[in-house]
């Protein structure tokens, strides 16, 4: 009874839009969902550092690399931010590094891909960022507090991530007939691992109903994904590029574009592991943790120190 009262108190609340903080009672799957949800945003903005910091010492000019640089750094601070939201839900980021480490935990599948060409870091700005904004600017309405606080100022940052991604894409393509065929073919090959990010179509989601329902989620998995096809068409054939969906059209009643089937196992197995560069980004990961322990020991024995030095004061 006593649980049935308080489920009943938290979902009025949940109703009201009145955000849950750490302190507050809340069910035992809401906690365990924000905990995946959150930990697994964190890794995928950590993770995700790694292909791009793949250009970092060949960007073709110093403006370039100091854009750069500023974005890698952004999601270095993007992962810290959702680790500290974790975090409040009483679990240590160890814990999180560890499942990650031990495959337990996911990252975004769209950062598993290579970055081929220069090309790849505007489209990497332009359709990545592009997606998690949209994805992320529906998160600063989320149920808890602490997540939707993080994603208010991430949400100020990743506007600059997707407007750096398309002045590479317009530079490109309005450059030499090699340049804008680089544009193309980064187009081609990031288009669909970036509409993958908003995950499984709603039918096919396993957390989508109940987060709705807790508002975790305040739009489901295939609204936000269409929210992001409409708005960034049009945006790829201002500067002449096309994409590669020939399914690809804008219906007029519906007022959307209609899409193409996704594929749905290339989705699984990169999810799975098996994809181009799951191995290389988890081991390097798993290598920069280990050759940051020092800083960490010495951080730890600093604030230590320091907290000593406090109380005897
Ligand atoms: N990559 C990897 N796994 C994915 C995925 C993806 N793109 N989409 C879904 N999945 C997984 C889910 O994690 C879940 O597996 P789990 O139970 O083991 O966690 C399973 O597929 C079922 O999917 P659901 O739709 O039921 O799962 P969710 O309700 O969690 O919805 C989500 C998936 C929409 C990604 C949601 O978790 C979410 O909104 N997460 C926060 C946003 C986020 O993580 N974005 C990642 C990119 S961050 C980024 O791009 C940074 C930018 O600055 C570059």
């Known amino acids: 009874m006593e649980n049935a009262k308080k489920l009943e108190a938290f979902q009025a609340k949940i109703d009201a839009d009145i955000k849950i903080e750490p302190k507050d009672w809340m069910p035992e799957k809401y906690r365990r969902t924000l905990i995946r949800q959150i930990s697994q945003h964190a890794h995928s903005e950590v993770i995700g550092m790694q292909p791009e910091g793949n250009w970092l010492t060949r960007a073709p000019s ?87 606080r993080a994603m208010v100022k991430i949400c100020m940052e990743e506007s600059f991530h997707q407007r750096q991604g398309y002045e590479i894409m317009v530079t490109l393509a309005n450059g030499t007939k090699e340049q804008k065929e680089m544009a193309q073919d980064a187009l081609n090959r990031w288009w669909w691992p970036s509409i993958m990010m908003f995950g499984p179509h709603d039918a096919d989601s396993a957390h989508s109903n109940q987060s709705l329902k807790w508002k975790i989620k305040r739009e489901s998995n295939d609204e936000l994904r269409q929210k992001f096809i409409d708005k960034t068409v049009e945006q790829g054939e201002h500067i002449g590029l096309s994409f590669p969906d020939p399914d690809l059209k804008w219906n007029k009643s519906s007022g959307h574009y209609e899409y193409g089937k996704i594929n749905w196992n290339e989705f699984w197995n990169v999810v799975k592991g098996y994809g181009p560069g799951n191995k290389k980004r988890l081991a390097h990961h798993k290598d920069a943790h280990e050759e940051g322990s020092w800083v960490r020991q010495g951080a730890i024995a600093y604030a230590k120190k320091k907290r000593s030095i406090q109380k005897t004061a």
């Open 62 to 148: 110093l403006r370039s690399k100091k854009i750069l640089m500023a974005k890698i750094q952004d999601e270095a601070g993007h992962g810290l931010y959702l680790y500290c939201a974790a975090e409040t839900l009483g679990i240590k980021r160890e814990q999180f590094l560890e499942w990650l480490h031990e495959g337990k935990a996911k990252y975004s599948s769209v950062f598993n891909y290579p970055t081929l060409t220069w090309a790849d870091i505007g489209a990497i700005g332009w359709l990545v960022d592009g997606a998690a904004i949209v994805n992320q600017v529906s998160l600063q309405g989320t149920s808890y507090g602490p997540y939707s």
